[in-house]
């Protein structure tokens, strides 16, 4: 048995899971009534969603449905950073969706005191953009995990527990 447990902190989302939710949003948009015809493109890249519609009320329709899509799909709302509505040629709109993943080393830096000043007998390192958490007692990795989601709230950023030996 090991003297000591550990788990990581990570701030990520399944890409297949977006994926899925962005062609179940592309179907809907296709079949509503209300959305027909309004030439509403959805792109996906690497770190961005591009959404290019019409209207800013058909803009606010779909992204409506990303979030009813996203959470029926266990996805946290909180990896979309929605950016400004821009208007492009002619009368259409587009708006720039960041996807938060990755944890910033200044966030990184405030988790790790957070849970270090809550639980004394814990071990917090920052690898990149994870956070590993040890310790001897199990209790106290569980009571770190209560505190993650926790500071999940109060910053923000959709954070998980994953890789519990």
């Known amino acids: 048995m090991a003297d000591s447990f550990s788990f990581d902190i990570v701030s990520d989302f399944d890409r297949q899971e977006l994926v899925n ?6 179907r ?15 792109e996906l890249d690497k770190e ?13 329709a779909v992204n409506d449905i990303v ?4 959470i ?4 946290s709302l909180k990896i ?9 040629s002619g009368n259409k709109v587009k708006q720039e969706i960041i996807l938060k993943q990755g944890i910033k080393q200044e966030i990184a830096k405030k988790i ?22 040890s ?17 999940e709230e109060t910053l923000n950023i959709p954070l998980k527990a994953n890789n519990f030996r």
């Open 21 to 26: 939710t962005l062609d179940q949003v592309r």
């Open 28 to 42: 809907e948009i296709s079949q509503r009534y209300d959305l027909k015809g309004t030439d509403t493109a959805i």
């Open 48 to 60: 961005n969603i591009f959404i290019t519609t019409n209207s800013e009320l058909t803009l606010n």
């Open 67 to 70: 979030r009813q899509k996203a």
């Open 72 to 75: 029926k799909r266990s996805l």
């Open 80 to 88: 979309f950073d929605y950016g400004v509505i821009e208007i492009v």
């Open 112 to 133: 790790s005191k957070n849970i270090r000043d809550q639980i004394k007998k814990i071990n917090v390192s920052i690898n990149g953009e994870t956070l590993r958490v």
């Open 135 to 151: 310790s001897k007692s199990k209790n106290d990795l569980q009571l770190a995990i209560k505190l993650i989601s926790k500071l």
